[in-house]
């Protein structure tokens, strides 16, 4: 599991991990029954302090994303499906609303936007092999 | 103050301090709570080090109170230094030594002293045992100074500005070994720095100092989440900075301007509309933005 923190991001950082490993969850990166990485193996991996992780984790477990086994371990869970479906929508209106207020500035309407972005996946369709 | 029976790693109620005309610690009050790390912000001349110095019992408390675990370093210098682990701005080492005399000498002081802890400590930081003090590399200097605050594994790991004018190599070993102190055992660490960065990723909890004064403090993600970044487009171009009361700091130029706010997010709003400024954007600032603003405000 690779996760990258920013602290020129104002994002809190265990917000920023546990948002990445929704984001592995929802992108099938991280499947149910994956473990995740020991709360000081994290830490030393990222540079931060043991308790950011371990409260990434406490926020993950109380959405349900992942689970602790009683002294082995934090996996995720099985029952992750639809929190995935709502998290891969939050992610990208987010990204859609970066848009949006870009089009604005450039003057380009919704509609001619929608226009555009059919348009652009029509030609990477042939690209993108799953 | 803490009531609870096991008292805090360091508490301080109400310090000031005066050197000559000049308050260099004015009423400053915190705490550092047993298993976390603390995380003392300010710019030069904030009063980090004369704070530091009396948490060390190298300064007596000329007004307020000053406890580290219950104890009073001038009273009682033992039962606190015993539990400290201290590496100083300057890192003042023996020159004259070699590391491994600098070793056997620190370790003659503490009881508690982990020689194999010492030895794989001083492996990793890569530092040759026959080596003279005067002759390490500044890094090098600075990891053997933090070799030996570490190997006696102290209750309270004490650092004032740890990575100061150090290369990034030597600050990643400074914070790989504050986080190994609070994973083990869960031991406590209190330093202070002007890296926001480095205090953003390590800290729990942390306090702004200016001027001898401690104008915020709090858990670090309380910190960050009652801070807002609010980007104002105004109706007409600003010739001078826009009347907006309540916002810390207000920057930009013409049209656009960005305000830093602390919790008082909407009065901010309000009191820009009122000059005819509306949100264009909102976010979280990083710590260092918000030192910043906080920098900019007058704190006399």
Not at chain 2, 18 to 26: R, V
Not at chain 2, 40 to 69: D, M
């Amino acid at each position: 599991m690779q996760l990258h923190v920013s602290t020129s991001d104002g994002v809190p950082l265990y917000l920023q991990i546990a948002n990445q490993v929704k984001y592995l969850v929802a992108s099938g990166r991280l499947v149910p029954g994956d473990e995740v990485p020991p709360i000081r193996v994290l830490a030393h991996q990222l540079l931060i302090n043991p308790n950011t992780v371990a409260r990434a984790y406490l926020e993950l477990e109380r959405e349900g994303v992942v689970h602790k086994r009683h002294g082995s371990g934090t996996y995720v869970s099985d029952a992750g499906s639809p929190l995935a479906r709502k998290e891969r929508l939050r992610i990208i209106s987010e990204r859609v609303d970066v848009l949006l207020a870009e089009a604005r500035h450039l003057n380009v309407e919704p509609l001619e936007l929608l226009k555009v972005i059919k348009e652009r996946s029509q030609s990477i369709q042939p690209k993108e092999t799953k | 103050m803490n009531t609870s029976a096991e008292p805090n790693a360091v508490d301080i109620t109400g310090l000031s301090r005066k050197f000559g005309p000049k308050l260099a610690l004015n009423q400053v009050s915190l705490q550092v709570r047993r298993g976390r790390v603390f995380g003392l912000v300010g710019a030069n001349g904030a009063g980090k080090t004369t704070l530091i110095k009396h948490v060390l019992g190298r300064l007596k408390a000329e007004s307020g109170l000053v406890r580290v675990f219950g104890f009073d370093p001038v009273a009682d210098p033992v039962a606190v230094l015993s539990r400290v682990g201290y590496l100083s701005e300057n890192r003042d080492l023996p020159a004259w030594m070699r590391v491994d005399e600098l070793l056997r000498y620190t370790a003659a002081f503490y009881p508690k002293w982990d020689i194999a802890y010492a030895e794989e400590l001083r492996e990793q930081f890569g530092l040759d045992p026959r080596a003279k003090i005067k002759t390490l590399s500044r890094g090098e200097h600075a990891k053997a100074g933090l070799l030996i605050a570490l190997a006696y594994r102290p209750e309270l790991l004490l650092l004032d500005e740890p990575s100061s004018g150090l290369d990034p190599v030597v600050r990643r070993d400074i914070l790989e070994a504050i986080i190994r102190t609070v994973a083990d055992e869960g031991r406590t660490v209190f330093f202070s720095s002007h890296l926001l960065e480095e205090v953003e990723r390590v800290a729990d909890d942390l306090a702004m100092m200016f001027n001898g004064k401690v104008v915020l403090a709090g858990a670090l993600d309380d910190v960050k989440e009652s801070h807002h970044r609010l980007v104002f487009r105004f109706d007409s171009p600003q010739q001078t900075t826009p009347k907006v009361p309540g916002v810390l700091s207000l920057t930009g130029g013409g049209q656009e301007w960005t305000a830093i706010c602390n919790g008082k997010r909407d009065e901010a709003v309000a009191a820009a509309a009122r000059v005819g400024g509306m949100v264009v954007s909102e976010d979280s600032p990083s710590l260092d933005e918000i030192f910043v603003a906080w920098a900019g405000t007058k704190t006399e």
